[in-house]
């Protein structure tokens, strides 16, 4: 199956302390109902119309920066519990518990609307309102609104900075805000 912004949808388990790849999801590809999670459907993105807003119910909202590639992560039904984030960036919005596992970082959440962007050798998450839990191994940061944190490969500590109004328009601009 052809990808632009994810994959095919797999269930796997969760192991202790962590969350693996368990679903991914094509959603720039029209016609692909039947690979969402239950509760969960695709519409038109009214802002950018190629592309597509994972919703899921009114708990989670995913919307994929163009040329993102993720897997959801399910535990079982009715709302994803996480999403592997490979390459691009999310924006998140909802009140569903839910995690975004990089190549260099986690990021967990409870209620708010937040944004991920991995690029090759770096994870940058920006919190725009609640509270979002980044770590990286045993290392661990709180981020509130207006703060973000770029993670890099390394041991070095996780700096939680206030992003410049230019560095979050950029980055909202990703999906068309």
Request: hydrophobic share 40%; glycine share 10%.
């Amino acid at each position: 199956m052809a990808a632009t912004t994810g994959g095919q949808y797999v269930r796997r388990p969760a192991r202790l302390g962590t969350l693996v790849t368990a679903a991914a999801l094509t959603l720039a590809l029209p016609g692909m109902a039947s690979a969402q999670p239950a509760g969960c459907t695709l519409t038109p993105d009214e802002r950018n119309p190629s592309e597509k807003i994972l919703r899921c119910g009114d708990d989670l909202t995913l919307r994929s920066a163009p040329g993102t590639q993720y897997k959801l992560i399910t535990k079982g039904p009715p709302l994803p519990s996480g999403a592997e984030l490979n390459s691009g960036a999310l924006l998140i919005e909802g009140t569903h518990d839910f995690q975004i596992l990089t190549p260099l970082a986690t990021a967990a959440v409870r209620g708010t609307k937040w944004a991920v962007q991995v690029a090759p050798r770096q994870t940058s998450a920006l919190v725009l309102s609640g509270v979002v839990e980044v770590t990286r191994g045993r290392q661990k940061v709180s981020l509130r609104a207006g703060e973000g944190v770029d993670v890099s490969p390394g041991n070095g500590p996780l700096a939680v900075k206030r992003w410049k109004p230019k560095r979050v328009k950029a980055l909202l601009a990703r999906f068309g805000q």
